[in-house]
């Protein structure tokens, strides 16, 4: 199963957004998905063509920039159906729900993911982004 995307935290979003876009730009990476909320920047999505594969994230606590709280690895899944296997296998596993499967439309229509956190606490993700 290939990577979708990586995530690194942050506690300060613009600054961060001004480091990774220097620093990124001689690799041909460009800031293509800003997200705000609130009038605040809270992540940035680098990658080409539309598609972010490694972000820069602030946690929103209640609409809020919060606390960075590390990295976070992201699973490419062919289907909805093995993005709830990944889930369910997870728990059963000993890892500890960090977000349902479902739809998560305030990336796009189709994103459909699970999120846990394994035995040590690192943050993991399945998505599926095909309609279903």
């Known amino acids: 199963?290939?990577?979708?995307?990586?995530s690194v935290g942050t506690e300060n979003a613009r600054k961060a957004k001004a480091f990774y876009d220097a620093?990124?730009?001689p690799l041909g990476?460009?800031?293509?998905?800003p997200v705000e909320v609130s009038g605040h920047l809270v992540a940035i999505g680098y990658g080409d063509a539309g598609h972010p594969s490694f972000w820069v994230q602030n946690p929103i606590d209640r609409g809020r920039p919060g606390v960075a709280n590390g990295a976070h690895v992201a699973f490419s899944s062919a289907?909805?159906?093995?993005?709830?296997?990944?889930?369910?296998?997870?728990?059963e596993a000993g890892g500890a729900d960090d977000g349902k499967p479902g739809l998560r439309t305030e990336y796009h229509p189709d994103y459909y993911a699970a999120?846990?956190?394994?035995?040590?606490?690192n943050k993991i993700e399945a998505v599926c982004h095909a309609k279903e």
Request: glycine fraction near 2%; charge should be negative; hydrophobic fraction near 55%.
């Open 79 to 91: 289907t909805r159906a093995a993005v709830d296997e990944f889930y369910l296998a997870a728990i």
């Open 1 to 6: 199963m290939p990577l979708d995307h990586v």
């Open 29 to 33: 990476w460009k800031p293509v998905m």
């Open 23 to 25: 620093v990124l730009a």
């Open 115 to 121: 999120f846990v956190r394994d035995p040590d606490g």
